[in-house]
């Protein structure tokens, strides 16, 4: 049996309860790993609790320590300071916008986000992260738009409501609130739900737990992902929430920044510019234009087994140094 090790951002700590980004992949990767045989360690800013068939520790002081007692690593951190201690034959790591390249064996997560690389890294292989599909799965929707996401400039929640506002339609304004949400402005939470609380049928809610975001999920009529990175010089590099969107049956109305435009295909949603193309993707999703099967389809190919599936390839087959 291979030991892999698969490093998380320290940030948030695992097992995930509630808001995550980075370190929700790398937890579904590990367990997806772990069901497939491997043996699997998560090193990790490691919280209370536990994941099935997988071993969370907390980082070692040295790097040589996993180094030297893993077939395999996985590095998912920003800073990609452990790539120095291996080769390309030990060693393999998602780069997102926010982090470094590795310059061992880079795997990118969109196409937009090895595009904002190049030239350093021409031909480097795209592969899609996955999450665990833990969603709800809901035909029968409660009319209601909702934005699920880090309560934080670059996410345009103001967006959300906005279009809510002029269609006429209820929507509710889910996400997390406080550290990871008060760069570049620390009152922007605070803006946006004083925004709910004047806006006829908007409704704000702080910190949602897993289970009410897989309710928040399955009874939306669309999620609106209108993320607009530029304003911190930056995009978006993959786009959980639309996954979980999609894993719901629920269609994903979103702004189609960075990698966001490579999950949302026309069957399960639309990629607006314009507020104009904002209001008719909303007025589809009224009339039920996109099928939630499509959409739960379109879902399912994002999930960790498939993800895994392809990690282990590139690593044991490929055999290749980018």
């Known amino acids: 049996m291979k030991k892999i090790a698969v490093l998380s951002p320290p940030e948030i700590p695992l097992p995930v309860k509630s808001y995550a980004g980075i370190e929700l992949i790398a937890q579904d990767f590990a367990t997806s790993l772990a069901e497939k045989g491997y043996e699997v360690y998560v090193?990790?800013?490691?919280?209370?609790?536990?994941?099935?068939k997988v071993t969370l520790c907390n980082y070692p002081e040295g790097f040589d320590?996993?180094?030297?007692?893993?077939d395999y690593t996985f590095d998912f951190t920003h800073q990609k300071a452990f790539a120095q201690n291996y080769t390309a034959y030990n060693y393999a790591a998602t780069v997102f916008l926010t982090?470094?390249?590795?310059?061992?064996?880079?795997?990118?997560?969109?196409?937009?986000?090895?595009?904002?690389?190049?030239?350093?890294v021409k031909d480097a292989p795209v592969i899609y992260p996955g999450i665990k599909n833990v969603y709800e799965y809901r035909k029968d929707k409660?009319?209601?738009?909702?934005?699920?996401g880090r309560i934080a400039p670059f996410k345009r929640?103001?967006?959300?409501?906005?279009?809510?506002?002029?269609?006429g339609t209820p929507v509710i304004i889910a996400g997390h609130v406080g550290r990871?949400?008060?760069?570049p402005n620390p009152n922007y939470a605070t803006e946006i739900k004083a925004m709910c609380e004047k806006q006829e049928g908007a409704h704000f809610i702080a910190n949602p737990t897993l289970e009410e975001k897989k309710e928040l999920l399955a009874g939306a009529i669309a999620t609106i992902v209108p993320s607009d990175w530029s304003i911190i010089n930056s995009k978006e590099s993959f786009?959980?929430?639309a996954v979980e969107s999609l894993m719901s049956g629920t269609p994903v109305i979103t702004s189609g920044d960075g990698g966001l435009k490579e999950i949302v295909t026309e069957q399960c949603g639309a990629v607006c510019i314009s507020l104009v193309e904002y209001l008719d993707a909303v007025e589809q999703a009224k009339t039920g234009a996109w099928k939630p099967e499509e959409c739960r389809k379109r879902g399912e190919y994002f999930s960790s087994d498939r993800m895994a599936d392809d990690y282990i390839k590139f690593a044991y087959e490929m055999r290749r140094r980018w």
């Open 43 to 52: 090193y990790c800013n490691h919280d209370k609790g536990s994941l099935d």
């Open 65 to 70: 320590f996993i180094r030297e007692n893993y």
């Open 99 to 120: 982090d470094r390249l590795s310059l061992v064996n880079d795997i990118f997560p969109t196409k937009a986000v090895r595009d904002e690389f190049q030239p350093y």
């Open 142 to 148: 409660s009319g209601y738009l909702l934005f699920l």
């Open 157 to 167: 929640c103001e967006i959300a409501l906005q279009v809510a506002r002029l269609s």
């Open 180 to 183: 990871f949400s008060e760069w």
């Open 239 to 241: 786009g959980i929430v």
